[in-house]
Protein backbone atom coordinates (compact mmCIF):
# COMPACT_ATOMS: atom_id res chain seq x y z
CA UNK A 1 0.00 0.00 0.00
CA UNK A 2 1.35 3.62 -0.37
CA UNK A 3 2.16 5.22 1.95
CA UNK A 4 0.49 8.38 2.48
CA UNK A 5 1.09 11.80 4.31
CA UNK A 6 -2.17 11.61 6.29
CA UNK A 7 -1.56 15.55 7.49
CA UNK A 8 -3.73 18.72 7.38
CA UNK A 9 -4.04 21.94 8.58
CA UNK A 10 -7.54 24.30 9.19
CA UNK A 11 -8.21 27.30 10.01
CA UNK A 12 -11.28 29.05 11.00
CA UNK A 13 -12.17 32.66 12.38
CA UNK A 14 -15.54 33.82 13.14
CA UNK A 15 -16.64 36.58 15.30
CA UNK A 16 -16.15 34.54 18.25
CA UNK A 17 -13.24 32.39 17.92
CA UNK A 18 -9.76 32.12 15.94
CA UNK A 19 -8.58 28.43 15.49
CA UNK A 20 -6.09 26.69 13.82
CA UNK A 21 -5.12 22.78 14.07
CA UNK A 22 -2.59 20.61 12.75
CA UNK A 23 -2.70 16.83 13.14
CA UNK A 24 -0.38 14.21 11.61
CA UNK A 25 -2.44 10.24 12.22
CA UNK A 26 0.33 8.74 11.50
CA UNK A 27 2.21 10.26 14.63
CA UNK A 28 3.77 9.11 18.20
CA UNK A 29 1.02 11.41 19.90
CA UNK A 30 2.90 14.47 20.38
CA UNK A 31 0.79 17.45 21.42
CA UNK A 32 1.09 21.25 21.68
CA UNK A 33 -2.13 22.73 23.14
CA UNK A 34 -3.32 26.63 24.06
CA UNK A 35 -7.13 27.24 24.18
CA UNK A 36 -7.27 29.27 27.24
CA UNK A 37 -9.66 26.79 29.12
CA UNK A 38 -6.68 24.58 30.64
CA UNK A 39 -8.93 21.56 31.43
CA UNK A 40 -10.01 21.13 27.98
CA UNK A 41 -6.21 21.42 27.33
CA UNK A 42 -5.69 18.57 29.38
CA UNK A 43 -8.55 16.73 27.53
CA UNK A 44 -7.50 17.88 23.87
CA UNK A 45 -3.35 16.28 25.25
CA UNK A 46 -4.85 13.36 26.35
CA UNK A 47 -6.93 12.56 23.09
CA UNK A 48 -4.20 13.60 21.49
CA UNK A 49 -1.43 11.05 23.50
CA UNK A 50 -3.54 8.07 23.20
CA UNK A 51 -5.04 8.38 19.71
CA UNK A 52 -1.15 9.06 18.75
CA UNK A 53 -2.54 11.80 16.68
CA UNK A 54 -0.04 14.55 16.37
CA UNK A 55 -1.80 17.70 17.58
CA UNK A 56 -1.23 21.56 17.86
CA UNK A 57 -3.84 23.23 18.70
CA UNK A 58 -4.33 27.34 18.76
CA UNK A 59 -7.35 28.70 19.74
CA UNK A 60 -8.86 31.72 20.50
CA UNK A 61 -12.08 32.99 21.88
CA UNK A 62 -14.53 34.63 23.95
CA UNK A 63 -13.72 33.29 26.92
CA UNK A 64 -14.73 36.02 28.81
CA UNK A 65 -18.34 34.93 28.13
CA UNK A 66 -17.69 31.52 28.86
CA UNK A 67 -16.13 28.81 27.13
CA UNK A 68 -18.59 26.93 25.08
CA UNK A 69 -17.82 29.22 21.39
CA UNK A 70 -14.28 28.13 21.79
CA UNK A 71 -15.22 24.06 23.01
CA UNK A 72 -17.65 23.87 20.00
CA UNK A 73 -15.48 25.37 17.26
CA UNK A 74 -12.28 23.46 18.47
CA UNK A 75 -14.15 20.45 17.98
CA UNK A 76 -15.67 21.28 14.39
CA UNK A 77 -11.67 22.67 13.48
CA UNK A 78 -10.29 19.36 14.67
CA UNK A 79 -12.98 17.02 12.84
CA UNK A 80 -12.26 19.11 9.48
CA UNK A 81 -8.34 18.42 10.04
CA UNK A 82 -9.24 14.82 10.38
CA UNK A 83 -11.50 14.24 7.96
CA UNK A 84 -8.87 16.00 5.16
CA UNK A 85 -6.06 13.94 6.93
CA UNK A 86 -7.98 11.14 6.43
CA UNK A 87 -8.23 11.71 2.24
CA UNK A 88 -9.90 9.11 0.22
CA UNK A 89 -10.24 6.60 3.46
CA UNK A 90 -8.42 3.94 1.32
CA UNK A 91 -6.57 1.02 3.00
CA UNK A 92 -7.91 2.68 6.79
CA UNK A 93 -9.71 -0.29 9.52
CA UNK A 94 -12.28 1.94 9.68
CA UNK A 95 -13.94 0.23 13.20
CA UNK A 96 -12.63 1.10 16.58
CA UNK A 97 -14.09 0.79 20.53
CA UNK A 98 -12.77 0.17 23.33
CA UNK A 99 -13.94 0.46 27.20
CA UNK A 100 -11.61 2.31 29.41
CA UNK A 101 -11.22 2.69 32.83
CA UNK A 102 -10.33 5.54 34.96
CA UNK A 103 -10.04 4.28 38.60
CA UNK A 104 -14.07 4.18 39.35
CA UNK A 105 -15.13 5.42 35.76
CA UNK A 106 -15.41 3.14 32.80
CA UNK A 107 -16.43 4.69 29.43
CA UNK A 108 -17.16 2.23 26.36
CA UNK A 109 -16.66 4.59 22.84
CA UNK A 110 -16.73 2.72 19.22
CA UNK A 111 -16.14 4.85 16.12
CA UNK A 112 -17.05 4.21 12.38
CA UNK A 113 -15.33 6.13 9.87
CA UNK A 114 -18.43 6.18 7.64
CA UNK A 115 -18.84 9.69 6.43
CA UNK A 116 -21.68 9.66 8.36
CA UNK A 117 -20.64 12.24 10.90
CA UNK A 118 -23.36 12.01 14.33
CA UNK A 119 -22.68 10.94 17.97
CA UNK A 120 -24.74 8.92 20.10
CA UNK A 121 -23.84 10.42 23.68
CA UNK A 122 -25.00 8.35 26.67
CA UNK A 123 -22.80 9.93 29.24
CA UNK A 124 -24.16 10.38 32.76
CA UNK A 125 -21.28 13.19 33.96
CA UNK A 126 -22.72 15.42 36.61
CA UNK A 127 -23.20 19.12 36.40
CA UNK A 128 -20.37 20.59 37.33
CA UNK A 129 -17.60 23.27 36.57
CA UNK A 130 -13.84 21.98 36.01
CA UNK A 131 -11.82 24.85 36.48
CA UNK A 132 -13.41 27.01 33.45
CA UNK A 133 -15.11 23.84 31.87
CA UNK A 134 -18.26 23.08 32.24
CA UNK A 135 -18.51 19.19 32.16
CA UNK A 136 -21.70 19.76 29.62
CA UNK A 137 -19.45 21.07 27.61
CA UNK A 138 -17.94 17.56 26.64
CA UNK A 139 -20.72 16.43 24.19
CA UNK A 140 -20.19 19.68 22.61
CA UNK A 141 -17.24 19.42 21.65
CA UNK A 142 -17.92 15.21 20.39
CA UNK A 143 -20.81 16.67 18.70
CA UNK A 144 -18.99 19.03 16.65
CA UNK A 145 -15.98 16.58 16.16
CA UNK A 146 -17.79 13.72 15.10
CA UNK A 147 -20.07 15.85 12.38
CA UNK A 148 -16.77 17.13 10.80
CA UNK A 149 -15.08 14.33 10.70
CA UNK A 150 -17.56 12.55 8.97
CA UNK A 151 -17.56 9.66 12.27
CA UNK A 152 -20.12 7.65 13.59
CA UNK A 153 -19.43 7.90 17.38
CA UNK A 154 -20.73 6.07 20.05
CA UNK A 155 -19.73 6.99 23.52
CA UNK A 156 -21.63 5.38 26.60
CA UNK A 157 -20.65 5.01 31.03
CA UNK A 158 -21.38 2.38 31.93
CA UNK A 159 -20.13 3.24 35.34
CA UNK A 160 -18.62 6.57 37.24
CA UNK A 161 -19.08 9.12 39.65
CA UNK A 162 -16.66 11.71 39.49
CA UNK A 163 -16.83 14.03 36.64
CA UNK A 164 -13.07 14.80 36.16
CA UNK A 165 -12.48 11.00 35.89
CA UNK A 166 -15.97 10.64 33.73
CA UNK A 167 -14.67 12.90 30.69
CA UNK A 168 -11.17 12.57 31.07
CA UNK A 169 -12.12 8.46 30.07
CA UNK A 170 -14.68 10.00 27.47
CA UNK A 171 -11.83 11.43 25.57
CA UNK A 172 -9.42 8.59 25.98
CA UNK A 173 -12.12 6.20 25.25
CA UNK A 174 -12.91 8.36 22.09
CA UNK A 175 -9.24 8.66 21.03
CA UNK A 176 -8.46 5.20 21.91
CA UNK A 177 -10.99 3.77 19.17
CA UNK A 178 -9.70 6.62 16.96
CA UNK A 179 -6.37 5.34 16.42
CA UNK A 180 -7.60 2.02 15.65
CA UNK A 181 -10.06 2.90 12.96
CA UNK A 182 -7.34 5.56 11.49
CA UNK A 183 -4.74 2.85 11.46
CA UNK A 184 -4.01 1.44 7.88
CA UNK A 185 -4.87 -2.20 7.47
CA UNK A 186 -1.98 -3.98 5.45
CA UNK A 187 -4.31 -6.89 4.16
CA UNK A 188 -7.09 -4.29 2.33
CA UNK A 189 -3.90 -2.63 0.43
CA UNK A 190 -5.33 0.03 -0.91
CA UNK A 191 -8.84 -1.00 -0.91
CA UNK A 192 -12.34 1.01 0.89
CA UNK A 193 -13.21 -0.70 3.88
CA UNK A 194 -16.81 -0.85 2.52
CA UNK A 195 -18.85 -2.89 0.01
CA UNK A 196 -20.37 0.16 -1.09
CA UNK A 197 -17.46 1.51 -3.02
CA UNK A 198 -17.63 4.67 -1.80
CA UNK A 199 -17.72 6.50 2.56
Given amino acids: MEKLHRTAEVARTTNETDIRIVVN ?26 SLIDLTVR ?19 LGQAVAQALGNKRGIARFGSLALPMDEALVMAAVDISGRGQLHWAVDVPC ?11 KEFFIAFAANAGLTLHVRSLAGENAHHIVEASFKAAARALRQAVESDPRIGNALPTTKGAL
Fill in 128 to 138: VMLGSFDASLA
Fill in 25 to 50: LDGTGATDVETGVPFFDHMLCAFGRH
Fill in 59 to 77: ARGDIEVDAHHTVEDTGIV
